[in-house]
């Protein structure tokens, strides 16, 4: 499996898909924090924090991680190569888990360059170091988890499909549900007493909760929950294939 992993990874990153998606995470991130007149611009708010960063990353990672995990298997599907994938004495769960890890860790390297800002903003703090280190840290272990929730969403829509366009747009409907749709329909107030239940089934509810710096199991729990469904999901549509 590791072998399998680590070529995932030389492939993103002897493309330009690695690069690219770093850079526009990047790129984007740092105009919103630092150059666009909104209300995330860090200089213009005048308060040393990093909330805009986790306000916009997980908007930019909508759209980055299906990038990222659209070729898992539409590629290898479109190619003909996934026979000879499935031939090798891996079992399904270990070809999946390999290209969700190498997916996964593509994220980190974009989340790391990010902590530039922190650096930059501890400096600015009055005095310097004037910030809520263990909220920006609980940011950061929610934002893994967010991204690593789209990765899963990802390599399950990637397996259904061997068209890498609508496994990208299957990715984005699905992850968007699950960041906004519950929020949604938690805000339309039509359920009564569920209404907190619904909200607690989106990622939305669990990401704002571990950016507080309180890294509840109950957030954990559901994160990885998440994450091993789509991955039993992959699993099953894959067992189901027929060549």
């Known amino acids: ?58 908007l930019v990672f909508l759209f980055l991680v299906p990038a990222v995990t659209m070729r898992s298997f539409s590629e290898e599907k479109k190619s003909g190569t996934i026979e000879l994938l499935f031939t090798r ?22 989340l790391l360059p990010t902590l530039v800002y922190f650096f930059t903003i501890y400096q600015l703090g009055l005095p310097p170091g004037n910030l809520d280190v263990g909220s920006i840290c609980g940011s950061y272990i929610g934002l893994f988890f967010l991204g690593a929730v789209f990765a899963a969403v990802g390599v399950f829509a990637s397996s259904i499909s061997d068209n890498q366009v609508i496994s990208f747009i299957i990715a984005i409907i699905i992850s968007a549900f699950l960041y906004l749709g519950f929020e949604f329909i938690y805000s339309l107030d039509l359920f009564g007493n569920i209404d907190i239940f619904i909200r607690s089934l989106g990622i939305s509810s669990h990401y704002s909760s571990i950016s507080r710096g309180v890294v509840d199991t109950r957030d954990v729990i559901y994160f990885l929950s998440v994450i091993a469904l789509f991955l039993y999901l992959t699993n099953f549509s894959l067992s189901k294939r027929k060549w």
């Open 89 to 110: 004495p891996l079992s399904d769960m270990k070809i999946i888990m390999a290209k969700f890890l190498a997916a996964v860790t593509l994220i980190v390297f974009s």
């Open 1 to 58: 499996m590791f072998a399998l992993y680590l070529k995932e990874i030389r492939a993103f990153l002897s493309s330009v898909i690695g690069y690219v998606v770093i850079l526009v995470f990047l790129i984007t991130t740092g105009l919103f924090l630092w150059f666009f007149p909104t209300d995330f611009n860090i200089l213009d708010y005048g308060y040393a924090n990093l909330d805009g960063l986790f306000i916009v990353a997980p």
